[in-house]
T-cell receptor, first 110, second 114 residues
Framework: DAKTTQPNSMESNEEEPVHLPCNHS???????IHWYRQLPSQGPEYVIH???SNVNNRMASLAIAEDRKSSTLILHRATLRDAAVYYC???????????FGQGTTLQVKP | DVKVTQSSRYLVKRTGEKVFLECVQD?????MFWYRQDPGLGLRLIYF???????EKGDIPEGYSVSREKKERFSLILESASTNQTSMYLC?????????????FGPGTRLLVL
């Protein structure tokens, strides 16, 4: 299973954009890049996913490098409620198995 | 909205007890999953199921079994609980077999085995 590498922690100020990086140099051509986040005392929740093209939804944007070896989750205006652990995950082939890494703990300062 | 519910938020059991963790989803999803989450180890897949009466081992199935008698319900069973099974247990479901399907998670069950 392909692995991802993320920084352990990041800090942001409220109302500012946040760029959360993820490296996945061993990604295969059929792996989708998924992002989930986990707020304190809750189960993970889906944020966004993509294959090759950049993606936008109401929560965030996903920028995928041309060689697909890295991606960046962009929160356009961080709020205190965005403080969470963010997981970058490669969805394994056609099994639907999510392989979670350690994630990035995002701290948002008022 | 998809809803995934787990039978308990907190559970305390004794070593050797048989433990049942229940998970129910209300959106007719095909796939269901059981994970455990431990500090420093992240989420690890225990078992998953693609259909009723079907199960597949995940990465850490030892000491666990599962049951899926109905599509909406996926049970995790600890036949003889041990202290190293103290953990947060998370259930998830997804719509179908496609590899881009979103997984929806329940709130988790925090199990303490004494």
């Amino acid at each position: 299973d392909a692995k991802t590498t993320q920084p352990n922690s990041m800090e942001s100020n409220e109302e500012e954009p946040v760029h959360l990086p993820c490296n996945h140099s061993t990604i295969s051509g059929t792996d989708y890049i998924h992002w989930y986040r986990q707020l304190p005392s809750q189960g993970p929740e889906y944020v966004i996913h993509g294959l090759t093209s950049n993606v936008n939804n109401r929560m965030a944007s996903l920028a995928i490098a041309e060689d697909r070896k890295s991606s960046t989750l962009i929160l356009h205006r961080a709020t205190l409620r965005d403080a969470a652990v963010y997981y970058c995950i490669l969805l394994s082939g056609n099994t639907g198995k999510l392989i979670f890494g350690q994630g990035t703990t995002l701290q948002v300062k008022p | 909205d998809v809803k995934v519910t787990q039978s308990s938020r907190y559970l305390v059991k004794r070593t050797g007890e048989k433990v049942f963790l229940e998970c129910v989803q209300d959106m007719d999803h095909e796939n269901m999953f059981w994970y455990r989450q431990d500090p420093g180890l992240g989420l690890r897949l225990i078992y998953f199921s693609y259909d009723v009466k079907m199960k597949e081992k995940g990465d850490i199935p030892e000491g666990y079994s599962v049951s899926r008698e109905k599509k909406e319900r996926f049970s995790l069973i600890l036949e003889s609980a041990s202290t190293n099974q103290t953990s947060m247990y998370l259930c998830a479901s997804s719509l179908g077999p496609a590899d881009q399907e979103t997984q929806y998670f329940g709130p988790g069950t925090r199990l303490l085995v004494l």
